[in-house]
């Protein structure tokens, strides 16, 4: 066994000296690259329309719908927005977008969510781009040091995450009112942000460290019956954390879009009632 | 239906080698292993390949088949266009000994490394009690039939060499895994995991669970919760403090 080589580069990978000498880097023949190609795709584009719109300041207030990107406020500057949850913890003094302030904490929620890494780790750095394709570099430490240590976080930023999900849980209650603020009413702006809501607290709660801190942590489940069958029910959600990452994805980029086009003008939120 | 079939087989040892082509018959039903034997009986009579059970259950059979590992008796001919060339090749993570055998002594290192099942000290054999749904959830990864290809797929020692004195791979960070959460285990497994098998190397990339054939939900199930219980005991200054306030023993 040749453990604890590293020939000069060409000898390693595939190739290191024992192994089974082959040319071909890989042999696949499916369209491995279609799933990273897709990734980097999505991410790119989600990554393009959410920072114009993060610095555009503007159109995200349209009574009663707030943004996603916008809630909370925590600078004082915001639109004024009846009900909405405004905290101008920062005060006057920052002078850029107030969607800056509060993007930190689900952009830090997704770049540490289990599910992305893999998803970036394949698309953007080809650590693997796909099974048995190699990676293109020489050394591999994985999440051993600085920066990817810090992935180890997650778990704080899930408890930001469960934060913003109540938010704008509450901005989904203060959407079944008029354009005057008067209650009981509803519009297509509320399905909107309700259907962004339950996408958003589906992926939060499906979360890996949710699963862990629910009961996964735990030896013994017959101690804890009520945290066994709460870690039985995030494992099931859990299950499905893939699609319901990329489906809260789309569903917050709709869900801001939705309150642009109505806040500028360009669509007449239609009333049900 | 029957078909002549196009194979590349890659023949050689550890002095080196290369992919060589066949044509072989090919009968409904069959699966690539009736194809390698096929070739034995007629063409290679020299071919060496590893196999046992023929039923995707002894683990022998660990191979790539157009660049993906896979066993050779599991992978049905149905699944490629009668035109297709089919690939053969050994495991590309292991020293090869001839054709398609590799040597895979490198998990049976790893393997003695972990410390095996430590029960709470004084508690004899027959003493165990344990409740169900505590030896419920490490089950799934005792349908591990060590076929090895989660190791083989692994990018941190496939493509990194030097990385294999570190990392003992999937498998065995899955056996860790299991005996931490095993009801009886006393042994300190999130550390060792860590800072002994490398469990930092691995970047969840989810190979491992893509190409396991019993389909256990390893990066899922295995490696992602260890990294949860390492990011208590290793990175989470809160639940050290609170451990440390309430002082527990036993663990919950
Ligand atoms: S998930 Fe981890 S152990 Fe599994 S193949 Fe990927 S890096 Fe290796
Ligand atoms: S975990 Fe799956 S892929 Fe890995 S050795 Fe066991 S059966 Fe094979
Ligand atoms: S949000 Fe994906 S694992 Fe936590
Ligand atoms: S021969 Fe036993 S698993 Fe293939």
Known sequence: MATGTTGPAGSTGTNAPGRAHIRARHLRTDRWWLSPAVTVT?????????????????DYFAEPYVSPFYSPCLASECDSMPMSANAPLFGDWWGLSPALLILIFPLGFRLTCYYYRKAYYRGFWASPSACAVPEPRGSYSGETRFPLILQNI????????????????????IAFRDEHGAWGHMGLGTL??????????????????????????LKHFSKHPV???????????????MELAWASLFGVALADLYVYLVASGAFDDPRFF | ????????????????????DFKVEVNEGEVVLDIIHRL???QAPDLAVRWNCKAGKCGSC???????????????????????????????????????VTDVSFNYAKARQVPSFTPPEGLKPGEY???????????????????????????????????KAAFSGPRFLMRIAELDMHPLDVADRQKAAQEEHGLGLCNITKCCTDVCPEHIHITDNALIPMKERVADRKYDPLVWLGNKIRRRGSGD
Not at chain 2, 1 to 20: H, P, Q, S, V
Not at chain 2, 74 to 91: C, G, I, K, W
């Open chain 1, 42 to 58: 999505i991410l790119s584009a989600f990554i393009v329309y959410s920072t114009w719109r993060a610095f555009a300041n503007d």
């Open chain 2, 62 to 100: 660990s191979a790539e088949i157009n660049g993906r590992p896979r066993l050779l008796c599991m992978t049905r001919m149905s699944t490629f266009a009668p035109d297709e060339v089919v690939t053969v090749t050994p495991m590309r993570t292991f020293p090869v000994i001839r054709d398609l």
């Open chain 2, 40 to 42: 034995q009986a007629t």
């Open chain 2, 129 to 163: 009690r344990m409740q169900q749904v505590d030896v419920e959830r490490s089950q799934e990864f005792r349908k591990c039939i060590e076929c090895f290809l989660c190791q083989n797929t692994c990018h941190v020692i496939r493509d990194f060499e030097d990385n």
């Open chain 2, 1 to 20: 239906m029957t078909y002549k079939a196009d194979f590349r087989i890659w023949r050689g040892d550890t002095d080196g080698g290369e992919l060589r």
């Open chain 1, 154 to 173: 997650h778990r704080y930023f899930f408890w930001f995450a469960a934060v913003v999900a109540v938010i704008l849980t509450w901005d989904v209650l």
């Open chain 1, 227 to 241: 945290r066994y069958r709460l870690w039985g029910f995030v494992s099931r959600l859990n299950g499905r954390h």
């Open chain 1, 192 to 217: 909107v942000l309700l259907a962004n809501v339950l996408l958003i607290w589906a992926y939060t709660l499906s979360c890996h460290s949710c699963r862990h801190i629910v009961g996964g942590k």
